[in-house]
């Protein structure tokens, strides 16, 4: 390929999603081509908020790669939640800017060949720069670091609200303080280009200014059945947010409180473990660990959209690293075949079975509603078993989290102290 410099300006003013196919991102439409020529010519704030998996991301690398190329002397700051995603974005932007493309582009702007001075970090420094300054073209960093003394012409956040932001009030309030901080690095003739995805009515997006919105529905990039699927494999609330891009309170949820979470795994230590668990279909299987202490329940939970046949050693896993036991299953469905095949994969672990009466409605609506404000979750739970929690009504179609959370609270909700066989401490161990 060889290109004039009127071609080149052309083809990045009007057209500059064709880069993007000849790079590689063969999926982009002539939506894409809009989000880039506004990220690149706009001189505004701007927020986007598009669904997932529309390719915010993407078009956002190829701006960094492009913005990089024709204004060199203007400084870039992009956050994302944390470190590992600033390297992702980091990596694509370097690897837009090696191809042949972009190098006869930069030949035919300028008459000589790019090259990187930097690339480590998620720090961008090529030799189209004629600013004294000596800081990167392009820095990468994760919301929250720490940003004394950094300065920039262009202020970009990608993804800084996510799951955890759904869940957690502490959470939500962290991240808005760390972008109302970006504030201040942000020159007097800079601007901001934020892009995401909405998790929660009081997330960071709702200081952010007023958001292009796409939802599922008008992009044409996700076909009717794969969205269907999509769908069907998280809760209505969940779906909402993150493809319809709108925030719906069920009248009929049972818990409206966000959780509150320690990092003390010590607190679980001869605690006991329940394991709800999928064979098939769009069930998911759920581990839940927790101890009684006092009036608190410490509580740990993990879900995976898997056949517990495929999960069953890392959920022994998690069981022997928080010194849990013994586990329950429930015996209705498979007839006692998941207590033999725990056995026989750890015969040092305790199983016990029980036959499970209750509604399920009732025992969640009972037992988890009447704990809720005094369960504190160990770091690390997911995300999304609480997400499905927080989600649950009496219509839910997903309640594998909250059945299996139910189940501990139940067993932890007794009057009286009873003494239990535990693997990890095999003179006594007591709990409520």
Not at 200 to 213: E, G, L, T, V, Y
Not at 232 to 243: C, I, Q
Not at 392 to 410: F, G, K, L, M
């Amino acid at each position: 390929m060889s290109i004039s410099r009127e071609q080149a300006l052309s083809l990045i003013k009007n057209n500059p999603i064709e880069i993007g196919h000849w790079v590689g991102f063969n999926d982009l439409t002539e939506l894409h081509n809009q989000w880039l020529k506004d990220f690149l010519f706009r001189t505004d704030d701007q927020t986007l908020q598009a669904h997932r998996g529309s390719y915010k991301t993407t078009t956002l690398s190829l701006f960094l790669a492009i913005h990089t190329v024709i204004c060199p002397n203007e400084s870039v700051i992009y956050f994302r939640k944390t470190g590992g995603d600033v390297a992702e974005v980091a990596r694509q932007t370097y690897n837009i800017l090696e191809t042949g493309c972009i190098h006869e582009i930069v030949r035919a702007l300028y008459g000589f060949d790019l090259k990187m001075l930097k690339a480590t970090n998620g720090d961008i420094q090529t030799n189209l720069t004629t600013s004294i300054k000596g800081s990167s073209q392009i820095v990468g960093l994760g919301i929250g670091t720490s940003i004394t003394g950094k300065h920039a012409d262009i202020v970009v956040t990608d993804d800084i609200v996510n799951i955890n932001d759904r869940i957690s009030h502490a959470e939500r309030e962290r991240t808005k303080i760390a972008y109302m901080e970006l504030q201040n690095i942000k020159n007097r003739w800079g601007r901001f280009i934020n892009t995401g995805t909405p998790w929660h009515k009081d997330d960071a997006f709702s200081i952010m200014p007023p958001a292009q919105r796409f939802t599922c529905y008008e992009t044409g990039l996700i076909t009717p059945e794969k969205l269907d699927s999509i769908r069907h494999s998280m809760s209505p609330s969940l779906f909402a947010a993150n493809y319809e891009l709108q925030h719906i309170a069920s009248e009929n949820a049972l818990f409206d409180t966000s959780p509150v979470f320690c990092n003390k795994p010590e607190l679980l230590r001869d605690g006991l473990a329940h394991i709800d668990a999928a064979y098939g279909g769009e069930d998911f299987t759920a581990l839940t660990c927790g101890k009684r202490v006092g009036d608190t329940l410490y509580l740990f939970g993990k879900m995976w959209h898997n056949h517990i046949d495929v999960v069953l050693e890392r959920i022994l896993t998690e069981v022997v690293r928080l010194q849990c036991g013994p586990i329950y299953c429930e015996e209705n469905s498979d007839k006692g075949f998941l207590a033999k095949e725990i056995k026989r994969l750890d015969s040092k672990v305790s199983v016990r079975t029980y036959h499970e009466n209750e509604n399920k409605y009732q025992k969640i609506a009972s037992y988890l509603r009447k704990w809720w404000k005094n369960i504190v979750w160990l770091e690390g739970t997911d995300p999304e078993y609480l997400a499905q929690i927080m989600d649950y009504t009496e219509d839910a179609e997903h309640d594998d989290a909250p059945d299996s959370a139910a189940c501990v609270c139940r067993r932890l909700d007794r009057d009286r102290l009873t003494e239990y066989d535990s693997p990890f401490q095999p003179q006594r161990s007591v709990f409520h």
